[in-house]
């Protein structure tokens, strides 16, 4: 008989517009072959549930091909353990998705997965540590800025903002913050530069912009929207 090679394909990364992007192709791909899509978020399945997904085929016959998402986000437990147990020994197409880098000790527990990385730009990283209410630097701020759209979508820059804007709200109320000691020490000093009340208001300008492009209602482009705050910070 025939031997059936499965894949498993991790897709992860801070770029979650390009994963996502990878993900949907390799969606597209496994329809086209009459594959049977099953998409499961992590935080709502046990072992149990997995378990009875990881089946060669449908009731109709039809080859699954399983989409997980943010396993690798999950708190570790005994469940997270035995979920990527099943994973790692799966007779079928798992395709597992995460909206960040995963460690190479999580990579590790699959040795035969296809793993793609997606990275954000040093350009984007630049135009994030550039950010400050100085009047001085809003030149370099728009530069950067502008340098950082040649290589990412608008769409990333504005949640990349957003999640930026968050860590210094969050180092200016609580005088810390989650992470890497050398992340930490920059969001503090880049914090300096802003009061909490500006940070707050900037929060509020990106949730309206996001809800301006998801209602169609923006007269102008996202880019636009973006150098306009950027002047106004």
Same mark, same amino acid.
Do not use: Y
């Given at each position: *008989? /025939?031997?059936?090679?499965?894949?498993?394909?991790?897709?992860?990364?801070? &770029?979650?517009?390009?994963? #996502?992007?990878?993900?949907?192709?390799?969606?597209?791909? /496994?329809?086209? @072959? &009459?594959?049977?899509?099953? #998409?499961?978020?992590?935080?709502?399945?046990?072992?149990?549930?997995?378990?009875?997904?990881?089946?060669?085929?449908?009731?109709?016959?039809?080859?699954?091909?399983?989409?997980?998402?943010?396993?690798?986000?999950?708190?570790?437990? @005994?469940?997270?353990?035995?979920?990527?147990?099943?994973?790692?020994? *799966?007779?079928?197409?798992? %395709?597992?998705?995460?909206?960040?880098?995963?460690?190479?000790?999580?990579?590790?527990? $699959?040795? @035969?997965?296809?793993? %793609?990385?997606?990275?954000?730009?040093?350009?984007? $990283? &630049?135009?994030?540590?550039?950010?400050?209410?100085?009047?001085?630097?809003?030149?370099?701020?728009?530069?950067?800025?502008?340098? /950082?759209?040649?290589?990412?979508?608008?769409?990333?820059?504005?949640?990349?903002? /957003?999640?930026?804007?968050?860590?210094?709200?969050?180092? #200016?109320?609580? !005088?810390?913050?989650?992470?890497?000691?050398?992340?930490?020490? @920059?969001?503090? #000093?880049? !914090?300096? *530069? $802003?009061?909490?009340?500006?940070?707050?208001?900037?929060?509020?300008?990106?949730?309206? %912009?996001?809800?301006?492009?998801?209602?169609?209602?923006?007269?102008?482009?996202?880019?636009?929207?973006?150098?306009?705050?950027?002047?106004?910070?």
């Amino acid at each position: *008989s /025939a031997i059936i090679l499965t894949m498993l394909t991790i897709l992860h990364g801070e &770029n979650i517009i390009d994963s #996502r992007d990878k993900l949907v192709e390799i969606i597209t791909a /496994a329809k086209n @072959k &009459n594959k049977s899509i099953e #998409r499961l978020d992590a935080k709502k399945i046990n072992p149990g549930i997995l378990e009875s997904k990881l089946v060669k085929q449908d009731l109709f016959g039809t080859e699954i091909s399983l989409v997980i998402e943010e396993l690798h986000s999950l708190p570790r437990s @005994k469940q997270k353990t035995l979920l990527v147990e099943l994973i790692a020994q *799966s007779e079928v197409d798992v %395709i597992l998705w995460e909206k960040r880098k995963m460690t190479a000790a999580m990579a590790k527990k $699959f040795p @035969k997965a296809k793993v %793609i990385e997606f990275k954000l730009s040093n350009a984007l $990283f &630049n135009w994030l540590d550039s950010l400050s209410s100085n009047k001085n630097s809003k030149k370099q701020q728009l530069t950067t800025f502008h340098q /950082a759209l040649k290589t990412e979508d608008a769409h990333l820059c504005l949640i990349m903002l /957003a999640r930026q804007t968050r860590m210094l709200i969050e180092v #200016r109320e609580s !005088g810390t913050m989650t992470g890497a000691p050398w992340m930490v020490q @920059k969001i503090k #000093r880049q !914090g300096q *530069s $802003f009061s909490l009340q500006q940070l707050l208001k900037i929060h509020h300008q990106l949730l309206e %912009i996001d809800l301006h492009q998801k209602t169609s209602t923006n007269t102008l482009s996202l880019d636009q929207e973006l150098d306009l705050l950027l002047l106004n910070m």
